[in-house]
């Protein structure tokens, strides 16, 4: 199995510009979430989704929609980039809430908003 | 709000030797679930311990061990036997929202890891 595959891996972006960040998990969960970490802050939610069709906020939403339509997917768009957004950003999904199963997490995107 | 303080932003330790890495929360919830969770420079975020609340006993996996104190709101992190590939940053999480059923991992700022051979 693969995972959670994140891509891309890394992106530069200017000021203003849109871009979906892709997150797709082989496991068959239905709990999905995006986080961003910045130094010295840990990791903050943006959004997150209990199942297809579903989706709430999180901490730092602003700037950032979220669709879940399939099981499998869960892209982030950003829709007009910030230097504010540099980060790296990471997908994580758990077969079920968090508490009762482990949450596996991608590698992360690193994203420069230029 | 749920908060998480991870007071020590970095942390050395010789191999073989044993290290504690603290982690603090405030909630007001009585049911809850607590994380620890690796980061080496891969930045793939790893899984190590998880605690639930209403377990008194303290969870323990391999050489991980925490010392979990509910009156005081404190989840440390014991690393006995240090070895080199333990260096990495450690975040601590409190499952949040337990209760209200939207339940979101809420991080601490993390602690790094040095191990020195």
């Known amino acids: 199995n693969a995972g959670v595959t994140q891509t891309p891996k890394f992106q530069v972006l200017k000021t203003g510009q849109s871009m979906t960040l892709q997150c797709a998990q082989d496991m068959n969960h239905e709990y999905m979430s995006w986080y961003r970490q910045d130094p010295g802050m840990g990791l903050r939610l943006i959004h997150y989704s209990v199942g297809a069709g579903i989706t709430d906020q999180g901490e730092v939403p602003n700037g950032y929609n979220v669709s879940r339509s399939t099981t499998e997917d869960f892209p982030l768009r950003l829709l007009s980039a910030a230097p504010s957004q540099t980060s790296v950003y990471f997908c994580?999904?758990?077969?079920?809430?968090?508490?009762?199963?482990?949450?596996?997490f991608g590698q992360g995107t690193r994203l420069t908003v230029v | 709000a749920q908060t998480v303080t991870q007071s020590q932003p970095e942390m050395s330790v010789q191999e073989a030797e044993t290290v504690t890495l603290s982690c603090t929360y405030d909630?007001?919830?009585?049911?809850?679930?607590l994380f620890w969770y690796k980061q080496p420079p891969s930045r793939q975020m790893i899984l190590v311990i998880r605690q639930e609340a209403y377990k008194q006993q303290n969870a323990t996996e391999n050489r991980f061990s925490v010392n979990f104190q509910k009156a005081a709101k404190s989840f440390s992190l014991k690393i006995s036997d240090s070895q080199l590939g333990d260096a990495a940053m450690y975040f601590c999480a409190y499952l949040a929202g337990f209760e209200g059923g939207s339940e979101k991992l809420v991080f601490g700022k993390g602690t790094k890891l040095t191990v020195n051979p």
């Open positions: 994580a999904s758990s077969y079920d809430r968090p508490m009762n199963t482990e949450a596996f």
């Open positions: 909630t007001s919830e009585s049911d809850y679930y």
